[in-house]
C-alpha cells in the first residue's frame, strides 16, 4: 500500500490547524488510504505550534516540524518535501481553500497511472473571488514567467501531488532562493490537470498581501529567469537606435543650414538615457544581490523542533534537510 505525504506550510494558522488535518485524515481515513500529515510551522508568532503539538501527540500520523523563525512558504514546502517519506507528496495550504476532495481526486489520478504520471497539478477552475486587479496581476505575471521559461504556468498553484520521482528530482536542485510552481514543472515528468474551486479561508488572514505578494513575484522571477536582464540589452539597443536617427537628422538639418537651438532635445535625452542606466544597473544589481545571497549557502531553513519523527527516518535529525549541508 504506498504511503501519501500530505505537507501543510502553516504560519499563523492556529483555528485553521486542526480543522485542516480533521478534515484531510477524515477524508483519507474513509477511503483506507495510508497517508502522513507534515505540518511545517513557519514561525508563527500565535498558538500554531501548541496546536500541532496536540495533535502530534493524539496521532503519530500527524508529523510537525517547526522553524526557528519565519523562513516563508517556499522553505515550508522544501522543509516538508524533505522529511516526507511518502511514495507520492501533495503540498496543500493549511486554510482549506485547497478542498480535500480535490486531494482525493489527485490521488487517484495518480495510482490509476502509476508509473506513468508523475506530476498531478491541481489547477484553479476560476479565479472568480479573487478581485480583478490582483486577477490581471497573477494573469501578467505567470505570462511572463511563461514566456521566459517556457513553461506553461497559468493558474498555477502550489497544490499538487509529486510521485517520489518528482520529489526527489526537485529536491537534488541545489539553489537556496526557490520558487516551487515553476521547479515542479521545469523537472518535466508527465503531468496530469485535475480541476478546482479555490474555498474560502477557514479562519485567520491572508499573508500574501499586495506588498507581499509583488515582492513574491519579483523574487520568483528573478530566482528562476535572467530574462529581465536581458531588457537591459534591449534598452541599450532602442536607445542606440534613437541616438543613431536624432544624429542623422541633427546632421542633416545642420548641412542645410536650418538647425535648432537643440537645449531641450539634449535634457530630454540626458533624462532618458540616465533612467534606462539607472534601471538597468538597478536591474543588475538585484541578481548581483541574488547571487551574493544564493553563494553565502546558508540553508534555506533552520530546524528546531521535529515531532513524531523517528530517527529512522529519511532526515531524522535535529537540524535542516539532507540537501541543506551541500
Ligand atoms: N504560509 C507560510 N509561510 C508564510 C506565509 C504563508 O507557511 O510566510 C502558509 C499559510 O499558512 C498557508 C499557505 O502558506 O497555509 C498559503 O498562505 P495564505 O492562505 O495566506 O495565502 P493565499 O491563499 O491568500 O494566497
Ligand atoms: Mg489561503
Known amino acids: 500500500m504506498p504511503l501519501l505525504s500530505v505537507i501543510i506550510p502553516a504560519y499563523n494558522e492556529q483555528d485553521n490547524a486542526p480543522r485542516c488535518a480533521s478534515a484531510v ?20 508568532t500565535d498558538r500554531t505550534w501548541l496546536r500541532l503539538t496536540q495533535l502530534a501527540a493524539s496521532d503519530d500520523r500527524i508529523r510537525a516540524i517547526n522553524f526557528s523563525r519565519n523562513f516563508g512558504k517556499e522553505a515550508a514546502i522544501f ?32 495510482i490509476k497511472n502509476r508509473g506513468e504520471i508523475d506530476i498531478v497539478e491541481a489547477k484553479k477552475k476560476d479565479r472568480g473571488r479573487e478581485n480583478p486587479v490582483y486577477r490581471l496581476f497573477a494573469r501578467l505575471f505567470y505570462r511572463m514567467i511563461g514566456d521566459m521559461s517556457g513553461l506553461e504556468m497559468r493558474d498555477a498553484s502550489d497544490f499538487k501531488l509529486l510521485d517520489r520521482r518528482a520529489v526527489d528530482a526537485v529536491l537534488e536542485m541545489p539553489e537556496r532562493l526557490t520558487f516551487f510552481r515553476a521547479m515542479s514543472s521545469w523537472v518535466g515528468f508527465r503531468k496530469a490537470q485535475v480541476y478546482f474551486d479555490v474555498g474560502k479561508r477557514t479562519a485567520g488572514k491572508s499573508k500574501f498581501t499586495a506588498k507581499v505578494s509583488i515582492k513574491y513575484a519579483i523574487n520568483s522571477i528573478t530566482s528562476f529567469s535572467s530574462a529581465p536582464m536581458q531588457l537591459v540589452t534591449v534598452a541599450g539597443a532602442v536607445t542606440f537606435l534613437i541616438a543613431v536617427i536624432l544624429g542623422a537628422n541633427t546632421l542633416y538639418n545642420k ?51 521535529k515531532l513524531n519523527f523517528r530517527d529512522d527516518d529519511r532526515n531524522g535529525g535535529k537540524c535542516g534537510d539532507k540537501h541543506n549541508g551541500r
Open 25 to 44: 485524515s477524515r477524508i483519507l481515513d474513509s477511503h483506507n488510504i495510508d497517508y502522513e500529515l507534515i505540518f511545517v510551522n513557519d514561525g508563527s
Open 79 to 110: 522543509a516538508g518535501l524533505g522529511a516526507a517519506r511518502g511514495d507520492a507528496c501533495v503540498l496543500m495550504d493549511c486554510d482549506l481553500q485547497h478542498p480535500p476532495e480535490t486531494l482525493l481526486e489527485m490521488y487517484n489520478v495518480w
Open 255 to 305: 548641412l542645410t543650414g536650418n538647425s535648432e537651438k537643440g537645449f531641450p532635445t539634449v535634457i530630454l535625452l540626458q533624462l532618458i538615457t540616465s533612467s534606462i542606466i539607472m534601471f538597468s544597473l538597478g536591474i543588475i544589481g538585484y541578481y548581483l544581490s541574488k547571487i551574493y545571497e544564493e553563494i553565502k549557502r546558508r540553508p534555506r531553513f533552520i530546524i528546531s523542533e
